[in-house]
């Protein structure tokens, strides 16, 4: 589960398709993945649209942030998720946080494959 701040933007952008450019070797170590965002369902759906990701892009807009904030991952002053990522393994059980300190620094990629390794 990989939250983004704002789509249709650079960061967001490489990172989602970073993601969806490595679906096959992701999927090889059992991940589903979903992207989710504190923007409109059509934001999100044009967004992955326009991308082609090839995986869910989840809204968080309404009640805004509710499931951001559940995760300790949004930011209220921004009105945005901060760029963090959570592995959760198949019995449900959170594994990893991969999170970032700043907004525009995007995560690093191995983080992810490591972690679902290690499950």
């Known amino acids: 589960m990989v939250f983004?701040?704002?789509?249709?933007?650079?960061?967001?952008?490489?990172e989602a398709c970073e993601l969806?450019?490595?679906?096959?070797?992701?999927?090889?170590l059992g991940a589903q993945m979903v992207v989710i965002t504190?923007?409109?369902l059509p934001t999100n759906a044009e967004w992955a649209r326009q991308n082609d990701f090839?995986?869910?892009?989840?809204?968080?807009?309404?009640?805004?942030?509710v499931v951001a904030t559940a995760y300790g991952t949004?930011?209220?002053d921004l009105g945005v998720a901060t760029r963090s990522s959570?592995?959760?393994?198949?019995?449900?059980?959170?594994?990893a946080v991969i999170a970032t300190e700043r907004l525009g620094t995007?995560?690093?990629?191995?983080?992810?494959?490591?972690?679902?390794a290690a499950i």
Do not use: E, M
């Open 54 to 65: 090839g995986f869910p892009v989840l809204s968080d807009h309404w009640l805004h942030g």
């Open 38 to 40: 504190s923007h409109a």
């Open 74 to 76: 949004f930011n209220p």
């Open 106 to 116: 995007a995560h690093q990629f191995d983080a992810h494959t490591a972690a679902l």
């Open 4 to 14: 983004v701040p704002l789509p249709f933007t650079g960061i967001c952008g490489a």
């Open 20 to 28: 969806c450019d490595n679906r096959a070797g992701l999927s090889d």
């Open 86 to 95: 959570y592995v959760i393994d198949p019995k449900g059980v959170l594994r």
